[in-house]
């Protein structure tokens, strides 16, 4: 599919997933594509980093749940930022570990999860719709983590063929597998596009994280995690992601965005 497929396939209003994690393997061409088109009033369920940041600030999101939205080196995402101090956006903030417990609840179709992750926090006061659980092995109280069910999944891989078998080569997943798993269609865009008998040539098979009954369509998109980092093709673009954090938004949006310069 092309970049455009993909986003004429989503509608206003969707929850959509995005992969990767803070400012690391973003699907960051297909984001920048969702910023320039007429999408609106999405929720935007993510480890957050700069694909939550640009659609906050492009008017794009009504709700945001994520653990954190962060550019790693630049601790605090500058448009997310000010979304939620503008009153923007709503937000529902998890534990890191009780966002992974959501996904995985989704992945595999189940009502809730119990975790001990939260308990003692102020993540129950600040989210008054979560509940809690009793062990029916014992008195242990838990979390009822729900699912973070997606209507779509966009996620970015360093290599994948025609079929939608997609290939991480860099250090870590980042739970892409369980974004495609959590959602109703999972698009995949990716580095390079090879024949599926040369997925192994670069990795183990440990690597091949998604399966292709997972996905509903493959973009070929070079670089098209910029300026996050996409190992081991090109690490995180620190001087343009600094550039990102300073500017103006919308000096950014028509130099970068609007010309898909990014």
Known sequence: MSIEQ????????MTIGIGGWGSRRKPMALVRAIVRSPLRDLTIISYGGADVGMLCAAGKVRKVVAPFVTLDTIPLEP????????????FAEYDEGMFMFGLLAAAHRLPFLPTPAGLGSDVLRMNPDLRTVRSPYGEEELVAVPPLTMDVALVHMNRADRRGNAQYLGPDPYFDDLYAKAA????VSCERLVETEDLLKEGPVQS???NRSLVTGVVETPHGAHFTA????????EAFQKLYATTPWDEFYERFI????G
């Open 6 to 13: 993909v986003v004429a396939a989503l509608d206003s209003g």
């Open 208 to 210: 091949l994280l998604i």
């Open 184 to 187: 109703t269609k999972c698009y």
């Open 79 to 90: 448009h997310f930022r000010a979304a939620r101090q503008a009153g923007a956006v709503e």
């Open 230 to 237: 996409c190992e081991p093709d090109y690490p995180r673009d």
């Open 258 to 261: 609007n010309s898909d310069e």
